[in-house]
C-alpha cells in the first residue's frame, strides 16, 4: 500500500472546524482513501473513506484534491471526544485487505 | 448491537511462557484481522482470516506467533515463549466482508505485558 504523510499533532478549540490534512502523492488508481480514529485507551475507529469524490457521513467530511495526491479530513464542530489520533489510510482497491497504520495525527481540543 | 470482544483485557506474564488471546468478532463477520500496538506506535498487522479461506499471515513477525479461527467465528492469537519484545496491546477486528468498501470494527484490545 502507498504510503501518507500527516503532521504529528494538531490543536483546535472546542466548537471550530478542524482540518486534518493528509499527503498521499504516491497514491495509484485503484487506492481507496480511509480514515480511522483512536480515541485513548480503546480500538480504532473507522470514520469515513473515498475514492475520487468528496464524501459526508455524520462524523466527519472528507475533501479530496482532484488530483488524488492528497486529502483533508474535515471535522465540522470539534468536540472534547474529537481528541484522538488519526489515520490517513489507503487501501488497494484489489489489493490486501488488512490496514497499514502509520503514526497519525494526534489531536487536541482545547476546551 | 454487540461488537467485536476481547478477552483478557488485561495479561501479565512471565518471559518464556505461552499466551493465548480470544477475540469473539461481530456476529455474521466473515473477515477477522490482528494487530498490534506497542507503546506510542501505529498499529502493525498480524494476520487475517476471510472465510474458509487459507489465512494470510504474512504479518507474524515469528514463528512463535500463531492464529487460529474455529468455526468461522472466534479466534484465538498464541504467543509461545514470550519475549519482552512481545509486550504490546493486540487488537482485534472484524468486518463484513473482505475488499475496501468494508470498514473494520475493532476490539477494545489485550494488553500484554511479558515480565
Known amino acids: 500500500d502507498a504510503k501518507t504523510t500527516q503532521p504529528n499533532s494538531m490543536e483546535s478549540n472546542e466548537e471550530e472546524p478542524v482540518h486534518l490534512p493528509c499527503n498521499h502523492s504516491?497514491?495509484?488508481?485503484?487506492?481507496?482513501i480511509h480514515w480511522y480514529r483512536q480515541l485513548p485507551s480503546q480500538g480504532p475507529e473507522y470514520v469515513i473513506h473515498?475514492?475520487?469524490s468528496n464524501v459526508n457521513n455524520r462524523m466527519a467530511s472528507l475533501a479530496i484534491a482532484e488530483d488524488r495526491k492528497s486529502s483533508t479530513l474535515i471535522l465540522h464542530r470539534a468536540t472534547l471526544r474529537d481528541a484522538a489520533v488519526y489515520y490517513c489510510?489507503?487501501?488497494?482497491?484489489?489489493?490486501?485487505?488488512?490496514?497499514?497504520f502509520g503514526t497519525g495525527t494526534r489531536l487536541t481540543v482545547i476546551p | 448491537g454487540a461488537g467485536v470482544s476481547q478477552s483478557p483485557s488485561n495479561k501479565v506474564t512471565e518471559k518464556g511462557k505461552d499466551v493465548e488471546l480470544r477475540c469473539d468478532p461481530i456476529?455474521?463477520?466473515?473477515?477477522l484481522y490482528w494487530y498490534r500496538q506497542s507503546l506510542g506506535q501505529g498499529l502493525e498487522f498480524l494476520i487475517y482470516f476471510q472465510g474458509n479461506s487459507a489465512p494470510d499471515k504474512s504479518g507474524l513477525p515469528s514463528d512463535r506467533f500463531s492464529a487460529e479461527r474455529t468455526g468461522g467465528s472466534v479466534s484465538t492469537l498464541t504467543i509461545q515463549r514470550t519475549q519482552q519484545e512481545d509486550s504490546a496491546v493486540y487488537l482485534c477486528?472484524?468486518?463484513?466482508?473482505?475488499?475496501?468498501?468494508?470498514?473494520?470494527?475493532f476490539g477494545p484490545g489485550t494488553r500484554l505485558t511479558v515480565t
Open positions: 456476529s455474521g463477520h466473515t473477515a
Open positions: 504516491t497514491i495509484s488508481g485503484t487506492d481507496y
Open positions: 477486528a472484524s468486518s463484513l466482508g473482505q475488499g475496501t468498501n468494508y470498514e473494520q470494527y
Open positions: 489510510i489507503l487501501r488497494d482497491g484489489t489489493g490486501a485487505n488488512n490496514l497499514f
Open positions: 473515498g475514492l475520487t
